[in-house]
């Protein structure tokens, strides 16, 4: 394969997905132009026209992973009505995205943080977000990445519409960092889920548990 064989623009999403193969089953110190040029087919030089180091690389690939959770959750999302089990659709697919694709979970995770970060400059520390850890990063990564809280916090703020902006917010960061540590957990070998339970289920029980 050739870079004659791309389209303009395929090569950007065929650089990307060699780099998440690559990712995915070598890790992330794996990961460079040189060789995920190889693995497409192209010269050493042909990502470079889209990519200028591998901190551009792994903020797309980081984008690609946001988008990708995103979508999942629309999609397993699609026949739920009740705002609860909403919620819990949207926990459930973000952890199963981290069991499935678990270098890049941590590659996506890399780069973001949660907000308040200390010398942070120009940020309003009254509010409550999430923001990212690299201080330049791509339009497309800043979308990206807050597409899956944005769909947490639109479903929070369905169950009572009288509560203030702030506290839809904090609930939603509340649910994405039990959501992110248990995720964190699993992945890493800490606990697992039960055979005879779905992820849906048992965070059912977490959160009944936790009132």
């Known amino acids: ?23 995915n089953e070598q890790g992330a110190d794996a990961l460079s132009l040189r060789a995920i040029a190889s693995d497409v087919g192209v010269s050493h ?27 999942n959750m629309l ?30 979970y941590r590659l996506m995770l890399g ?19 999430i923001s990212l850890s690299s201080p330049v990063v791509s339009s497309e990564l800043e979308a990206s990445s807050n597409r899956p809280f944005i769909l947490l916090q639109s479903a929070f703020s369905k169950i009572k519409t009288n509560d203030s902006d702030m506290k839809v917010k904090a609930q939603a960061l ?22 005879t339970l779905s992820l849906k289920e048992f965070l059912q029980m977490v959160t009944l548990q936790a009132g």
């Open 1 to 23: 394969m050739t870079s004659n064989n791309y389209h303009h623009g395929d090569l950007k999403e065929a650089i990307i997905q060699s780099a998440r193969k690559i990712l």
């Open 45 to 71: 030089m042909a990502p470079y026209s889209h990519f200028k180091n591998k901190k551009e690389l792994f903020q797309a690939i980081a984008a690609s992973g946001f988008n990708q959770l995103a979508d």
């Open 75 to 104: 999609e397993n999302s699609e026949s739920v009505s009740k705002v609860q089990e909403l919620i819990l659709t949207y926990g459930a697919t973000y952890i199963e995205f981290a069991i499935e694709h678990p270098q890049l």
């Open 111 to 129: 780069q973001v943080e949660t907000g308040g970060r200390r010398n942070q400059k120009n940020t309003d520390q009254s509010d409550l977000s």
């Open 174 to 195: 509340g649910a994405w960092a039990m959501v992110h540590g248990m995720a964190a957990l699993i992945i890493e070998g800490h606990f697992s889920v039960p055979d």
